[in-house]
C-alpha cells in the first residue's frame, strides 16, 4: 500500500510537467520573441551607421534597458515607427521603468492616438521616481486627453502636475488652455498675461494669448501678440523632459550638431557655438554650410583671419554659397577692399536674387566707393525686399536727393513712416527734406518744425535739422543762433572739419538764406558706415 503510493507520488510530477510541455508548445510560448527592428542605415553618415549598429548589438541580450535605449538611438535619427516597437518591448518588460512607458506614450501622441497616449502617460507619472519626471508625464497624459476630447481628464492630470508644481509656468500654461475651453476666457486671460510676462519669449504662450483676445474680439491685441509668437527666437515653453532631452542628445550627426550651433549662435554664445560646429564638420568636412556657420560664430568672437580661412573652405565646396560669400564680402569691406566686396556681393546676388542683406551692403559698398546711381538702383532693390528696413529707406531717401528726384525721397521716407510710425531716424530724415529740397511742392517747413521739436532738443543732428526747418519758416535769425551753438561745439571738441561744414551754413542763415542742400556727398558716404551692419 505504502508502494504503491510511493509510486503515485513520484508519477504526478512526471504527468503534470508533460502537460505544461504539451499547452506550452500549443501555446507557442517556446517560440523566440520577433527580432528586433532593424531599419536600413547605410546611407547614413558612417558614424551615425556605427552608433545604431552598437545599439543594436547592446540589445541583442533584450534587456528592457538595452532595447529601450536602442528605441532612443532610432527616434534620434527620425526612424519612429522601430523606436515605437522598441519602447513597447522595453515598457512590457520592465513596466516599472517610466521611461520606456512616458517615449511609447510620445510615439502613439505623435500617431495621434491620443486615449491610447494618455493612458500610457498616467502610467509613466505612477512610476515616475522624481518630480521632474511627474510633472513631464501629468502635463502630456493633460494634453493628450485634451487632444482625444476628454477634458474631464485633462483636469485631473493638470491639477495633480499643479500639485507637485504649482507655479511652473508650463503647467499654468496648459491651466489656461482648459479654462479657456471650459468657457472661463477671463480667468485664461489672466493666466497667460501673468506667464508672458515671466515668459516674454515663449512663442506658444503669445499665441495662446492672441487666440484668447481674438475671442473678445481684441483684433489689434491679437495681432500684436501673434507677431511676437511667430518672431520669437526661443522655443516654446514645455516642461522640463529628461528623457526626450536624453534622445535628443543621442542625435550626433552633423545636422543635428550644426542645428545646435545654430541655436547657440542665436542666443549669442558663440565660443560654444564654435566648438559644436567644429564636431559637425570632423562627421561632415565636405558640408559648405557647416564651414560658413562657423566663420560667422569666428567673426563674433573676434577671429576674423580664421573666419575668412572657413568662409574660403565653404567656397572650396561651393562656389556659389551665398552666405559664404556675403560673408567674406562683410570681412573684406571692413578691410577697406570695397572693390572685392562688390564682386562677392554680386556673386551672393547671382546666386540668390532675394537676399536682402548682401543687396543692402552692396549698395553701401557701392557708396562709399562714389558709385551713387549704381547704388541708388541697389538700394531701391533692398527696399522692396524689405520694406520695413529703416536704415536701407534712409540711404534710398539720401541718395534720391542727391540725384535731383527729392519727391520721390519724401514719399520713400514716408511710407516708412506707415510702417515704423515712430522710427526717430526716418522722422529726422523726413524733416530734413521738408526744410531743405530744393523743390518748393517738396518742401514744408512747418511740418518740419513740428517733426524736429519731438527729439526736445536731441542730438548734433536733430538740432542741425531744427536749424534747416527755422530758417525755411522764415526764421533766418533763430536759425542762425542754433546752428552757431553747433559750430562752437565742434570746435570746443577739435572736430575742425564739421566746424568748417557747419560754417557754411551758418553763413547761409546769417544771410537771411535757407538750406537748400539736405546731404553732401561726404554725409551721404559716412551714413553707410561701418563696412557692415
Not at 30 to 38: A, E, M, V
Not at 60 to 85: H, I, K, R, S
Not at 96 to 121: E, G, I, K, V
Not at 349 to 375: C, H, K, Q, Y
Amino acid at each position: 500500500m505504502t508502494g504503491h503510493v510511493g509510486r503515485g507520488r513520484r508519477v504526478a510530477p512526471c504527468v503534470a510537467l508533460c502537460v505544461a510541455l504539451s499547452l506550452a508548445l500549443a501555446s507557442g510560448c517556446g517560440d523566440p520573441p520577433p527580432p528586433l527592428p532593424s531599419p536600413d542605415v547605410s546611407g547614413l553618415e558612417p558614424g551615425v551607421a556605427a552608433q545604431i549598429e552598437e545599439a543594436r548589438t547592446a540589445a541583442g541580450g533584450a534587456t528592457a534597458n538595452a532595447v529601450g535605449a536602442l528605441g532612443m538611438t532610432y527616434e534620434a535619427y527620425d526612424f519612429v515607427v522601430a523606436a515605437e516597437d522598441c519602447y513597447r518591448r522595453a515598457a512590457e518588460t520592465a513596466p516599472r521603468d517610466a521611461r520606456w512607458t512616458y517615449l511609447l506614450a510620445r510615439r502613439l501622441q505623435a500617431a495621434a492616438r491620443s486615449a491610447d497616449a494618455a493612458a500610457a502617460f498616467a502610467r509613466a507619472a505612477d512610476a515616475a521616481t522624481t518630480d521632474v519626471e511627474r510633472v513631464a508625464a501629468h502635463v502630456a497624459a493633460a494634453e493628450a486627453h485634451l487632444q482625444a476630447g476628454d477634458v474631464a481628464a485633462a483636469e485631473a492630470a493638470i491639477a495633480a502636475a499643479r500639485r507637485i508644481a504649482p507655479r511652473d509656468a508650463a503647467v499654468l500654461l496648459v491651466v489656461a488652455r482648459l479654462r479657456r475651453a471650459a468657457g472661463a476666457a477671463a480667468e485664461a486671460k489672466a493666466l497667460l498675461l501673468r506667464i508672458v510676462a515671466a515668459a516674454p519669449d515663449a512663442p506658444n504662450a503669445h499665441y495662446e494669448l492672441s487666440q484668447v483676445l481674438a475671442d473678445e474680439g481684441d483684433a489689434a491685441g491679437a495681432a500684436r501678440h501673434a507677431e511676437r509668437a511667430r518672431a520669437a527666437a526661443s522655443p516654446p515653453l514645455v516642461p522640463a523632459d529628461p528623457w526626450l532631452a536624453e534622445v535628443r542628445s543621442l542625435n550626433r550627426s552633423a545636422a543635428a550638431l550644426r542645428d545646435a550651433g545654430n541655436n547657440l549662435f542665436t542666443h549669442g554664445r558663440f565660443d560654444e557655438a564654435v566648438a559644436l560646429y567644429r564636431r559637425a564638420l570632423e562627421r561632415s568636412p565636405a558640408d559648405a554650410t557647416i564651414h560658413a556657420n562657423l566663420a560667422a560664430a569666428l567673426v563674433r568672437t573676434g577671429d576674423a583671419a580664421a573666419a575668412g580661412e572657413s568662409y574660403h573652405a565653404a567656397l572650396r565646396i561651393d562656389p556659389r554659397h551665398p552666405a559664404a560669400l556675403c560673408g567674406l564680402a562683410i570681412l573684406v569691406a571692413r578691410d577697406g577692399r570695397d572693390d572685392e566686396a562688390v564682386a562677392l556681393y554680386l556673386r551672393a546676388i547671382e546666386a540668390s536674387p532675394e537676399d536682402v542683406t548682401a543687396t543692402f551692403n552692396l549698395a553701401n559698398a557701392l557708396v562709399r566707393l562714389g558709385r551713387f546711381d549704381e547704388a541708388a538702383a541697389r538700394i531701391e532693390r533692398a527696399v522692396e525686399l524689405s520694406p520695413r528696413e529703416s536704415p536701407a529707406r534712409r540711404v534710398l531717401a539720401r541718395l534720391l536727393v542727391r540725384s535731383g528726384r527729392p519727391g520721390r525721397a519724401r514719399a520713400v521716407l514716408e511710407d516708412g513712416l506707415t510702417l515704423r510710425p515712430s522710427d526717430p531716424d526716418l522722422l529726422l530724415d523726413l524733416a530734413r527734406v521738408l526744410s531743405s529740397a530744393d523743390e518748393p511742392a517738396v518742401r514744408d517747413g512747418r511740418r518740419a518744425l513740428g517733426i524736429v521739436r519731438r527729439f526736445d532738443g536731441g542730438d548734433a543732428a536733430a538740432r542741425e535739422v531744427l536749424a534747416m526747418a527755422e530758417a525755411e519758416t522764415g526764421d533766418p535769425a533763430a536759425a542762425a543762433g542754433t546752428q552757431r551753438a553747433l559750430v562752437v561745439a565742434a570746435m570746443t571738441a577739435g572736430r575742425e572739419a564739421e566746424a568748417a561744414r557747419l560754417r557754411v551754413r551758418l553763413a547761409s542763415y546769417d544771410a537771411g538764406k535757407p538750406c537748400r542742400v539736405a546731404w553732401t556727398d561726404d554725409e551721404i558716404r559716412a551714413s553707410v558706415a561701418p563696412a557692415a551692419r
